[in-house]
């Protein structure tokens, strides 16, 4: 028997391998080499199994056998790219060391060092380093030691706390305790999700440190710059924050904390504000002792004063204070630097820094007038005032100029329909990238445009774009794609077996490459029964939730097809012309001309939706193309839409193209009820003991749009329009009956949001209500999805120039307190456009933003930040705008005051302040009458009302 | 090709205080030295304050990733500096090479003497890192990159040896970095009070979407919105690396490149200057970006770097055609040669004076050479004859590569060239030209 059969029969078989392994001479490891590799392909594979589940081929006992195998015989490379890392234990590599060790093994296993898993301990690791297998690695050691006090026992599972297995060698107190400083390890977490066996106290590795420190087997000195050290290294958060802990745990004395305080100023470099912070509080009690180290604090100061934190820099002003009431030759120096805390949007430290000039500067002096001026335009009214002997002479208007308002039309970006096939060859290869929204409509334009130059040639070019839309349409769902993109696909596919029915011979590439996709689909279903067959056509197409969202898109997807069946060479009439979805009437006037001549009825939804995008432009001209291209009722309704009286006649062809227009013309938003409320709900938890779900009844805080009468909505659009043109009798399904937003769980729904949007980009409020019902019920988001879907809406609208109603209003409101900053900043951008183009209520805003927190539907602060950071100080119209949002939220909030309160009105007063402005409006003069009654509203209150 | 570099260091670099005057002693390491180099600069840092500030900042972004586990930031890797023509110039990447660093210590930063120029690797280790921290303002500092009392180290005695994975990345990243630069222009300038505001309006965490530049209201601030005139600032999060500069700085210049692919940001103090460049992307590196691929197109005569490295010296200017006219090159041919220089190593880009400047790095060319998988792929393609030239009028090609069951269609046409392949269809050029175009270029080309 050869060593390749006597080696597959000992997998096979399961047998021992090691004598067979220890015979092998260099010769045989070689012969042994591509069969090793071929069976261990073979035992990995994954199978289906009797009972259906799906499991590798190889058991356990067969995994080993391969993995010393190959431990023995293949290289560093093949061995990292085998399964058989499970192999390298203390069990298995105890028996073959001792007569093979492999020349790759040292750096094999620094290569480990690396990996999330070692299959190492710190005891077998060093065993193996003082038998000579290999060299000591420390970031190794920094990686396993830290579970070496944590032994497990076999039969329990449970873990014990044995600091003395530290001193097993003498090196491990002596240097491996340190590489636990200088390298990330998880030694803050080493005890976390242990269970104990012995009654130890958490907190095992800091009591060991201090425990070896106090009994001198371990430097206390050095332990406590190490802690200091690795506190303000790059470490993650929790890391950085375990030394600082550590520190702390240790005790310092105030000695020692004097002796280190260079060390300790280095916390102020830190990433993360914990060490810092302790150090500052730290300084307190140092800051007064003749051994301050006063000059070094001055240079480190700055970090912390423009720090994040708050209590940092309340800290670093409150040391500078006390430094300066006792060093008076530093006051002039301190008091610059405390300028630097000018930079912090916040009244309370504006205030502190300011009282602290004041107290010790002295106004003649030039540099702190200089320091002050470089920050006078961010200080607040009370810091100013507080400053006014530093001021004198400073100009003290702060310009804020109006933003110009941009001329919308000379915005709009051409988009340009391919002009030549190898255009279109490039435009399909990226189609399904959704480069751009609205390349899902130019493919089906562009393709009616070149039909007829479908050569063989021509379609080889395509391949590759017919490549991607079966790759697109069998392999699985890619995180930017929306259903959309997947009808396109399949449009796209459909396309291509026409182009074989059409030409046989040159559309032969297509019809291989249809054979061979279908077939993997059949290998597939071979393999797994649950599998479903993802290849098929445009026209049988849906989405899981059958939502009529998507039936616009493929109506007009449909309606190319059609066109391209019956080979007629007409335009889509929705194709936009101007990004990012608007059709010139110009270029609309002509298409509907081609339609006239050729006598060919226009689809509905295509002409529905040619009419929402409608760009007017250059009105005149427009009447006049029409005159001059179309005649009856293309002709009126084109006029309808440019603003001239016309109306349908009884026997119209295109009711829903005049509803649409109608509707536009008169500037109609749809309206829901909607409400902010705390709501009763029943949650289900499982009790263990009894192994029952039970039913939990709880309260929650949501947004609520009212859709009771799904009928009603629906018919809603119909009632009104039937009173603008009177003369309709009965409408088709309009583009209105097809908004909608369907899903229990979004999927993919929000990376086809915008193009939902501009399908209707004049009344995106049916959207949008859909919009907040389902993905803004609460306003924290539940998943990255749920934050999408409202990112891209808000996008989306801001793209869009209309008149927002109601629900556009609770959007933006209701954005501008969500959890997620991203969308916080969009909603005040939408605020400050439609500030900015005058049509948007401020006060609306305002009274939406008090409903909602009336039952705290979520934190203030998210709002006031949002009001300092981004809404404050934009222009003089903005400030004005911002004033009657406050001022509308103010009166709408209960009359018990909310966490958050005080900031709110502190806003108030400033923006009332910069706007010279007092309170005149009855509700809010009651409510802070009420809130007044509050201790710490008193004084803010008092500004406001003077 | 050897997966690790080994750093071979006499001793480590340290911060050694002494009571008269303190001295930063660099160590450095080159596997390319032509000679043996003890000393580059030796000399008095005017400002050690500030120079200590932006070194500490540089090995701040050499140890962060905004795409690598922390295990991996373990290994950190050593930055390299290129000292002549009165600069001092430190460099370096992040690990995942989506940010590059660089302190210049100009002229007036410092007072001594640059005994040798040339670029090496310098020691930046834990302790002399700390030690920098601890360096005051008004103290007396001497800077020292290399040994300058030759003869103290025997050649192999006492070597420091630091084996890391190759920084295949960083080198990649520094030969592509000045390709962005290069396209960057300067558009706002910022005192230190608009610059600290600026970075108060930077959001917390990781933020997945794009934020722009623009000012409002007169401030300048970060916005999730797009706007025409604002500049686009992907991962902004790797912005904060900065920010403790801030506290401290004169000025700070933004340079967004031409199609918003990068964003650079100078921080002017005094006489040094930190430029920080973002790539377009927190998981886009510049290395993998393929901007000098276009430059690589045509091969590069071996005697045209040997005359490169005779006519310059460290930090100097690059003048492509005062190096024609003085070598008697071609001018014509010379056309590109600062892009195709740079794409081998040679060249680094300084914003301020607008020019290129003249640094070999301290890795074998044979590294450089064999790390640009797209140009080894088009290689490939040219050498397995799957490439045709179907047509070729004027300045217009049209090409096609065979690719995985189809064949793409390439198209050159001036400055637009296109492809039908998914790469190209993504990234519409953005990153790179495709391995399609590349071989039809190098077809044509060669």
């Known amino acids: 028997m050869g060593i390749i059969e006597e080696f597959t029969s000992i997998v096979e078989k399961k047998k021992d391998v090691m004598p067979f392994l220890k015979k092998l001479d260099k010769g045989q490891k070689k012969e042994l080499y591509p069969a090793l590799k071929k069976l261990d392909k073979y035992y990995s594979e994954f199978v289906q199994q009797g009972n259906g589940s799906y499991s590798s081929r190889g058991t356990e006992s067969q995994y080993r056998i391969l993995g010393l195998a190959e431990f023995i015989c293949f290289n560093q490379k093949d061995f990292e790219q085998s399964t058989a890392l499970r192999v390298v234990n203390r069990e298995n590599l105890t028996d073959i060391l001792p007569w093979y060790c492999p020349d790759w093994f040292n750096d094999y296993v620094d290569k480990l060092a690396l990996k999330e898993f070692v299959p190492f301990d710190y005891d077998w690791y060093m065993d193996l380093i003082e038998q000579g297998y290999l060299q000591a690695n420390q970031l190794m050691i920094a990686k396993i030691l830290p579970a070496f006090i944590f032994p497990r026992q076999e039969k329990t599972w449970k873990f014990e706390y044995k600091p003395e297995n530290l001193l097993k060698r003498a090196v491990t107190l002596q240097e491996h305790i340190w590489y636990l400083f200088e390298f990330e390890s998880n030694l803050h977490a080493a005890e976390g999700y242990k269970k104990f066996e012995d009654d130890s106290a958490p907190g095992r590795w800091m009591y060991t440190l201090k425990r070896y420190a106090d009994e001198g087997k371990i430097s206390r000195e050095r332990l406590l710059k190490e802690s200091i050290s690795a506190a303000t290294k790059n470490f993650n958060q929790s890391a950085s924050n375990w030394f600082m802990d550590l520190f702390m745990f240790l005790e310092p004395t105030k000695a020692e904390l004097l002796y280190f305080q260079n060390d300790l100023l280095n916390t102020f470099n830190s990433a993360n504000s914990k060490p810092y912070n302790v150090v500052l509080k730290l300084f307190k009690e140092l800051v007064t002792d003749s051994g301050f180290v006063v000059a070094p604090f001055l240079d480190h100061v700055s970090l912390v004063l423009t720090a994040e934190s708050k209590t940092a820099v309340s800290s670093a002003l409150m040391l500078l204070d006390k430094l300066a009431k006792i060093y008076t030759g530093q006051r002039e120096q301190i008091c610059i630097l405390s300028c630097q805390a000018f930079i912090h949007q916040d009244n309370n430290l504006q205030l502190r820094a300011a009282k602290l000039i004041k107290k010790y500067g002295v106004p003649d002096s030039g540099d702190i007038k200089e320091a002050i001026q470089s920050y006078y335009d961010a200080l607040f009214s009370e810091a100013k005032n507080l400053l006014s002997d530093f001021s004198a002479g400073f100009d003290n208007r702060v310009v804020l100029t109006d933003d110009v308002l941009a001329d919308s039309s000379s915005d709009l970006v051409e988009i340009c329909l391919p002009e030549n096939f190898d255009e279109f060859v490039f435009l399909a290869s990226q189609s399904f990238d959704q480069n751009q929204t609205y390349h899902f409509d130019l493919l089906p334009a562009a393709m009616l445009k070149f039909q007829n130059e479908m050569t063989a040639d021509n379609i080889l070019k395509l391949m590759p774009a017919f490549q991607r839309a079966y790759k697109m349409i069998t392999n699985d769902w890619t995180i930017s794609m929306g259903y959309l993109d997947s009808m396109l696909a399949k449009f796209f596919i459909s396309y291509g077996q026409l182009l074989v029915s059409f030409n046989p011979i040159a559309a032969e590439p297509i019809r291989i490459m249809q054979q061979s996709f279908v077939k993997l689909e059949e290998e597939r279903k071979a393999k797994w029964d649950g599998y479903k067959i993802r290849l098929s056509g445009i026209k049988t197409w849906d989405v899981y939730t059958r939502s009529k969202g998507y039936k616009p898109h493929k109506h007009i997807l449909l309606s190319a097809f059609s066109l391209l069946e019956r080979k007629i060479s007409l335009p889509l009439l929705s194709t936009p012309t101007h990004a990012p979805c608007w059709v010139s009437i110009i270029v609309l006037i002509e298409r509907l001309s081609l339609y006239q001549r050729a006598d060919v009825m226009p689809d509905d939804m295509d002409l529905q939706i040619a009419v929402v995008r409608c760009h007017a432009g250059n009105v005149p001209a427009a009447i006049s193309a029409a005159n001059e291209n179309l005649k009856g009722e293309y002709r009126d309704l084109v006029r309808f839409i440019l603003g001239e009286d016309y109306r349908p006649q009884k026997n119209s062809r295109m009711k829903n193209a005049w509803l649409v227009a109608g509707n536009i013309k008169s500037d109609l938003s749809c309206e829901f009820a909607w409400n902010s409320l705390v709501e009763d709900y029943v949650f289900q938890e499982y009790d263990y003991k009894v192994r029952k779900y039970f039913d939990v009844p709880a309260k929650r805080k949501v947004i609520r749009i009212n859709f009771s009468d799904k009928q009603k909505k629906a018919s809603a659009f119909k009632t009104i329009l039937s009173k603008v043109l009177r003369s309709v009798e009965e409408v088709e399904p309009s583009v209105y009956d097809c908004t909608e937003l369907k899903f229990d769980y979004i999927s993919a729904e929000h990376n086809d949001i915008k193009r939902l949007f501009y399908l209707n980009p004049r009344q995106p409020d049916i959207l949008i209500a859909h919009i907040i019902h389902k993905g803004l019920r609460y306003v924290d988001f539940s998943s990255e999805n749920d934050k999408k879907l409202i990112i891209y809406t808000l996008e989306a609208l801001l793209t869009l120039n209309y008149h927002p109603g109601t629900m556009s209003d609770l959007l933006i409101a209701s954005c501008m307190i969500s959890s997620d900053r991203t969308v916080r900043t969009y909603a005040a951008e939408l605020w400050i456009k439609g500030i900015t183009e005058e049509n948007l209520d401020s006060s609306t805003i305002g009274k939406i933003v008090g409903k909602h927190e009336s039952i705290e539907l979520a934190p203030l602060k998210r709002f006031t930040d949002l009001v300092i950071s981004n809404m404050f100080q934009i222009s003089q119209k903005h400030n004005r705008a911002l004033e009657n949002l406050l001022t509308s939220c103010i009166a709408e909030m209960n009359d018990t005051t909310i966490n958050g309160c005080k900031k709110l009105l502190e806003i108030y007063a400033e923006v009332l302040s910069i706007n010279n402005s007092k309170v005149e409006d009855d509700r809010v003069i009651r409510k802070l009458n009420t809130w007044g009654t509050a201790e710490a509203l008193k004084k803010v209150i008092k500004r406001i009302t003077g | ?446």
């Open chain 2, 1 to 446: 090709m050897s997966e690790t570099i080994t750093y071979q260091y006499h001793k480590c670099s340290a911060l050694n205080r002494s009571d008269s005057s303190d001295e930063l002693f660099l160590a450095k390491y080159s596997e390319v030295q032509k000679k043996n180099v003890p000393c580059f600069f030796w000399g008095r840092l005017t400002d050690p304050y500030t120079t200590a500030r932006c070194l500490l900042t540089l090995s701040n972004v050499v140890q962060s990733s905004f795409n690598l586990s922390p295990f991996q930031l373990a290994l950190l890797k050593d930055p390299i500096v290129t000292a002549g023509n009165e600069k001092i110039r430190f460099e370096g990447f992040s690990h995942c090479a989506g940010v590059y660093a660089r302190v210049d210590i100009l002229g007036d930063g410092h007072d001594g003497e640059f005994l040798e120029s040339g670029t090496t690797n310098v020691d930046f280790n834990q302790p002399m890192l700390s030690a920098l921290s601890s360096i005051r303002k008004n103290e007396n500092v001497l800077l020292s990159i290399g040994q300058k009392e030759f003869g103290l180290h025997r050649e192999n005695e006492n070597v420091i040896e630091r084996k890391v994975p190759l920084p295949v990345k960083w080198i990649k990243g520094l030969t592509s970095v000045q390709m962005f630069l290069s396209e960057s222009e300067k558009v706002h300038s910022f005192n230190r009070l608009q610059a600290l505001q600026l970075f108060k309006t930077i959001p917390t965490g990781k933020p997945k979407t794009d934020y722009y530049l623009l000012i409002r209201g007169g401030k300048p601030m970060f916005s999730p919105v797009k706007s025409n005139d604002a500049i686009t600032v992907g991962g902004i999060h790797r912005l904060k690396l900065i920010e403790p500069l801030l506290a401290i700085a004169d000025e700070l210049k933004v340079f967004p490149h031409a199609t918003m692919q990068s964003t650079t940001w100078q921080v002017y103090i005094g006489a040094v200057r930190f430029t920080l460049s973002l790539s377009r992307d927190a998981w886009r590196g510049f290395s993998g970006e393929g901007a000098a691929l276009d430059a690589l197109v045509e091969d590069i005569p071996d005697h045209w770097i040997t005359l490169v490295d005779n006519y310059s010296y460290a930090n100097q200017e690059f003048n492509a055609t005062l190096l024609a006219v003085n070598e008697g090159l071609d001018l014509k041919k010379i056309e590109n040669i600062t892009g195709r220089l740079s794409a081998i190593g040679l060249l680094g880009y300084d914003l301020d004076e607008n020019n290129f400047f003249y640094r070999r790095l301290p890795f074998k060319l044979s590294r450089i050479m064999s790390l640009n998988p797209r140009l080894k792929d088009a290689e490939k393609l040219l050498a397995e004859g799957k490439v045709k030239i179907i047509s070729h009028q004027d300045d217009k090609v049209e090409g096609q590569v065979e690719g995985t069951g189809v064949i793409h269609t390439v198209i050159l046409e001036g400055a637009k060239e296109q492809c039908t392949c998914t790469w190209f269809s993504k990234n519409q050029g953005e990153r790179g030209i495709c391995k399609h175009i590349l071989a039809v270029k190098k077809l044509i080309v060669n």
